[in-house]
């Protein structure tokens, strides 16, 4: 059972992963920001994955 996920706080860790074990879509970019997951925002990820691959993952999680 999955516990419930506040609106207010980021996404906790443990619902994150880098895509070393999966390839890394745009929604999950978008999530590792801590960002609700826009159009704008999914677009924005496509991009950056275009030009950064699975790297841009690391771009904004520790």
Do not use: F
């Amino acid at each position: 059972m999955s516990e419930p996920i506040d609106d207010e706080s980021p996404t906790p860790d443990h619902l994150l992963h880098t895509g070393a074990e999966n390839p890394v879509d745009p929604e999950d970019l978008v999530m590792a920001t801590g960002r609700d997951v826009t159009p704008a925002l999914i677009e924005r990820a496509r991009r950056d994955l275009a030009e950064h691959g699975a790297a841009a993952v690391e771009r904004v999680l520790p």
